[in-house]
């Protein structure tokens, strides 16, 4: 029997024995599937995760669409710029208006290889996120330029990973739609630079009152090393620290071989010239240059029309009217004055307003006495009187008188001298010396009506019109503003003219928002505005307002004061300048001494408009129209008729055929031709002046070595009088009380105005 009969072969080779895994292998095999597993779970989760942060990231289109918030910038009339209006302090300017030195610093501090990467510098991102995760928190910077501007546009400055993450991907997409150069440009106009300056333009003016392209090499790397910390590099504030980033940058600089060696060892050491700090930080409540005219275009016109929003970061540009060295003048000359008070100054051919002050210190008073308060204009208010009669027919050379007054009610208006009194004399007269009770009794006979029609034509808006004959006398409450308007028209010929402040505003694109110019309309004629302009006229010649002639210059204008001394004025012109001078104590305690018109606002206004000559082209004389068919003439003072040798004269303009032909015969002339005279001054009664008063103050022909004195009549029975006339007056005698109070209930107080200030400020969000 064989050996293998009934046996079966068994295999026992080693190719044939049963295979075991080993343990690492298997380990390994574990590991590799779970970091697949993982992978892919990080894959997802990672998706998940740009999902999440990307759907609350601004789109593309977003991006292209944002405007970033510019300062408002408002320039004079002629270009130059008076301040800027801004929740942050940023004008743009375009790369190539920029300093190459202050592009190369920028970039060697925060970015040297921004022209070769796409956005994000991976291997930086790794390294700051490692770090990061070790710290358990945001520690690490490594933002390119690109992922710096992303977040200033579109993000916070939160240290987290998210936001960094959201940093990143707006990085790359601000790459794709923007070229270098517009991305480096964009930067440079958004980074804050400390001291409320935005941007490398606000920057050069607050460090170095410098353009962008002026920045030198050390003054660029100085610039270039705030970005990092604003407040710990100032060179204002931290010298030291300044210096030593300042050297950090050309160091920099010169490794990369940006600048020379020359170059670095000249400037690494000097210290740069800085411009002033300012006293404050700038901010959107910081109004520097002319405050209340910015604050009346402001609140008036810029925020109601295009909201803050569009003013505060819509980089509009605001072209005014004012000019800037008359306003800096203006405002000069205010700041000095012993009491509170106002000035404004307009074209009076166009409305333009050219200078504009409400007070002594804006930061201690925002209450605009220019527009806002509301004060008796006194004897400044008499000219609507005079120019009321001569639109009726009446003549500077006619007569009134210069008589005591007392009426039914009780109230006896008196002049500033009470105990005197010149009796009858002409219309010139009354106005150029100011006598109240001539202007009274005008008054009467042009009728209340009248005078408040008048007025209000001419420019007078106020609702604190009395309608009573204290009119004449100013006890109406208006603003300064309102009665330079009104008094334009006695040197524009006739024409109420709208008082305007904006003459265009351009979009941040350079698109015109709107356009103003001149809105005029004639309200009395010709021939009333030259003749009340030629009364006027002897206002600064030989009447109370004799010290504000201004050489060179034909003038015009008027004083006003009231009881007490309380309010003083003066308002008046040159050719192609209308301005007015209020002072007053907001609390309407008198002056103090005599501080009549001529006192304490005519010096002022003397003032500005001898500034004013010197820096703007005006006239020397003013123009008289063909159809105001008026003619010069030469009156004697006190009679009205034509100039003798030896009369003060007055030098008039007239009706064509209306001036008297006959020569003063006071003064060399004939009583006879004076007698016979069709055109000879007559003498205008008031319905008060009864047959005894005209009797007791009547000027005679034949002249007296006196002026008549309250208790003293003038009378010569041998001597014919003036002609006389009473005009036929309609309308009621209406009288004012004798113990009126007008400033009893103000209605203007300074604290009501102060607080609708700051009402304002939080209506348009200025302030929470």
Not at 337 to 346: D, F, K, N, T, V
Not at 656 to 674: F, I, K, L, T
Request: glycine fraction near 6%; hydrophobic fraction near 40%.
């Amino acid at each position: 029997m064989s050996l293998s009969s009934g046996r079966q072969d068994t295999d026992y080779s080693i190719d044939t024995k049963p295979k075991k895994r080993s343990f690492i292998f298997s380990l390994f095999s574990y590991i590799l599937l779970f970091a697949v597993l993982l992978f892919a779970a990080a894959a997802v989760a990672a998706v998940f995760f740009l999902k999440e942060i990307t759907s609350s990231l601004p789109s593309y289109q977003d991006m292209l669409d944002h405007q970033p918030s510019l300062a408002t910038t408002i320039y004079d009339r002629k270009g130059k710029m008076i301040t800027q209006l801004f929740q942050e302090n940023r004008t743009w300017v375009k790369l190539d208006e920029v300093s190459p030195w202050m592009v190369k610093a920028i970039l060697a501090a925060e970015d040297s290889s921004f022209y070769e990467h796409s956005g994000i510098r991976p291997v930086a991102v790794i390294r700051a996120g490692m770090v990061d995760i070790f710290h358990r928190g945001a520690k690490q910077g490594a933002s390119t330029i690109t992922q710096q501007l992303a977040r200033n546009l579109f993000l916070s400055n939160e240290k987290t990973i998210i936001r960094k993450a959201k940093e990143a991907v707006l990085a790359l997409r601000l790459e794709r739609i923007y070229t270098k150069d517009q991305l480096l440009e964009m930067y440079l106009n958004t980074i804050y630079m400390g001291h409320g300056a935005y941007g490398v333009e606000a920057a050069a003016k607050t460090y170095f009152n410098k353009k962008p392209a002026a920045l030198t090499i050390d003054e660029s790397a100085v610039l270039a090393g705030l970005v990092a910390a604003p407040e710990k590099y100032s060179p204002f504030r931290h010298e030291q620290n300044s210096q030593t980033r300042k050297a950090y940058v050309m160091r920099r600089m010169l490794d990369l071989d940006w600048i020379s060696n020359d170059d670095y060892n000249r400037l690494i050491d000097k210290k740069p010239e800085l411009a002033k700090p300012q006293t404050k930080e700038t901010s959107s409540l910081s109004i520097d240059g002319a405050p209340y005219f910015i604050s009346y275009i402001l609140f008036n016109h810029l925020l109601p029309v295009y909201g803050t929003e569009k003013v505060y970061r819509g980089g509009l540009k605001v072209y005014t009217t004012i000019d800037l060295e008359i306003q800096k003048k203006a405002e000069a000359i205010v700041a000095k004055m012993p009491h509170e008070g106002a000035l404004a100054a307009l074209d009076p051919s166009t409305g333009e307003i050219l200078a504009l002050v409400g007070g002594r210190d804006f930061n201690k008073s925002k209450f605009n006495r220019a527009t806002q308060a509301y004060r008796q204009p006194g004897s400044a208010f008499k000219p609507f009187v005079y120019a009321a009669a001569v639109e009726q027919g009446y003549r500077a050379v006619d007569h009134i008188l210069d008589a005591p007054l007392s009426f039914p009610n009780g109230w006896s208006p008196t002049n500033y001298n009470s105990a005197k009194y010149d009796g009858e004399i002409t219309l010139v007269t009354a106005i150029a010396k100011s006598t109240n009770t001539s202007a009274v009794r005008l008054a009467q006979i042009d009728g209340v009506d009248r005078v408040a029609g008048l007025a209000r034509r001419l420019g007078i808006t106020t609702p604190y019109l009395p309608d009573d004959l204290s009119l004449a006398l100013g006890s109406a409450s208006l603003t300064p503003l309102e009665l330079l308007v009104a008094y334009a028209a006695f040197a524009n010929n006739g024409y109420r003219v709208n008082p305007y402040s904006i003459k265009e505003i351009l979009s941040r694109n350079g698109d015109s928002l709107e356009q103003n110019g001149p809105a005029i309309e004639s309200k009395i004629s010709p021939a009333t505005a030259v003749e009340m302009r030629s009364m006027l006229q002897q206002v600064t010649s030989w009447g109370t307002g004799a010290n504000g002639k201004i050489e060179g210059h034909e003038t015009f204008g008027k004083t006003g004061t009231t009881n007490d001394y309380t309010d003083a004025w003066f308002v008046g012109g040159i050719p192609g300048l209308v301005a007015v001078v209020y002072v007053g104590n907001d609390n309407h305690k008198p002056l103090g001494g005599k501080a009549t018109g001529s006192v304490a606002a005519l010096p002022v206004w003397k003032e500005f408009v001898s500034f004013a000559v010197t820096k703007m082209s005006f006239p020397a004389t003013f123009t008289v129209p063909a159809d105001a068919e008026v003619e010069a003439v030469s009156v004697c003072r006190r009679t009205g008729f034509l100039a003798g040798p030896g009369c003060q004269s007055a030098n008039l303009l007239l009706p064509q055929g209306h001036a008297p032909s006959a020569v003063c015969p006071w003064h060399g002339g004939s009583d006879s031709r004076a007698l016979t005279d069709d055109n000879a001054p007559v003498l205008l009664l008031a319905p008060i002046d009864d047959e005894e008063t005209a009797e007791r103050y009547a000027l005679r022909l034949k002249p007296k070595a006196e002026p008549v004195s309250a208790d003293t009549a003038q009378t010569t029975a041998e001597a014919p009088p003036v002609p006389q006339k009473k005009p036929a007056v309609t309308e009621p005698v209406k009288l004012p009380s004798a113990t009126a109070d007008p400033y009893k209930q103000d209605p203007s107080q300074m604290s009501e105005m102060e607080a609708r200030y700051q009402e304002l400020l939080r209506k348009y969000k200025i302030i929470e």
